[in-house]
């Protein structure tokens, strides 16, 4: 069980979108649509962005959308904000009530 | 209102046994599906998902640390307890605990987090 392996960093200016990928396998994100994906500012506890591979949390943005294509899982933030420039991390379910993190990636909003 | 809150030592010494206890509120862990996790986040570094307990006892552990790592309930306290054996300086972390909802695979809602510190 290894860590789901993102870009360390993306950046984008306001009113952009951005895409951060997650790769897995066919043992996580590629058999399950059990995607989560987590904002963490710093100091802060992370916070559910999407669940499920695309559903929002009541209350986060419709701008957050979440999408899976194969063994690889995407969160892409349209209109980009300053207030999104944070640390993102995807989760996918591993099986046998197991989870695994990805690395994060750092957003920054030029 | 799903609240968590993390409470341990600041500080422990190489080799010792580490104690962690979420205490929550909102939700009951007698709940058919309610799961509570404990995830760990080194300094400036990733999220690393350690465990987590079911409403009806079933305990779930990380591969890599699975000997190390004990989780228990008191569903009367509404706390759960996070143990792990032979700490070692890598361990120094802010860990949280969160909450998983009933149907989901997913934690909804998180603890602030704790910083602990493996130093001698």
């Known amino acids: 069980q290894s860590a789901l392996t993102q870009p360390a960093s993306v950046s984008g200016s306001p009113g952009q979108s951005i895409t951060i990928s997650c790769p897995g396998t066919?043992?996580?994100?590629?058999?399950?649509?059990?995607v989560s994906w987590y904002q963490q500012h710093p100091g802060k506890a992370p916070k559910l962005m999407i669940y499920?591979?695309?559903k929002r949390p009541s209350g986060v943005s419709n701008r957050f959308s979440g999408s899976k294509s194969g063994n690889t899982a995407s969160l892409t933030i349209s209109g980009l904000q300053a207030e999104d420039e944070a640390d993102y991390y995807c989760?996918?379910?591993?099986?046998?009530?197991?989870?695994?993190f990805g690395g994060g990636t750092k957003l920054t909003v030029l | 209102q799903i609240t968590l809150k993390e409470s341990g030592p600041t500080l422990v010494k190489p080799t010792q046994t580490l104690t962690l206890t979420c205490t929550f509120s909102?939700?009951?862990?007698?709940?058919?599906?309610?799961?509570v996790g404990w995830i760990r986040q080194p300094p400036g570094k990733a999220l690393e998902w350690l465990a987590l307990?079911?409403?009806?006892?079933?305990?779930y552990y990380s591969p890599s640390l699975k000997s190390r790592l004990t989780i228990t309930k008191d569903t009367s306290k509404d706390q759960v307890v996070l143990t792990m054996t032979n700490m070692d300086p890598v361990d120094t972390a802010t860990y949280f605990c969160?909450?998983?909802?009933?149907?989901?695979?997913?934690?909804?809602?998180w603890g602030q987090g704790t910083l602990l510190t493996v130093s001698s």
């Open positions: 969160a909450h998983k909802p009933v149907a989901g695979a997913y934690f909804d809602f």
């Open positions: 909102g939700f009951s862990l007698s709940t058919s599906g309610v799961g």
């Open positions: 307990i079911y409403w009806d006892d079933d305990k």
């Open positions: 066919s043992s996580d994100v590629g058999s399950y649509n059990l």
């Open positions: 499920e591979g695309s």
């Open positions: 989760c996918s379910y591993a099986g046998s009530s197991t989870w695994v």
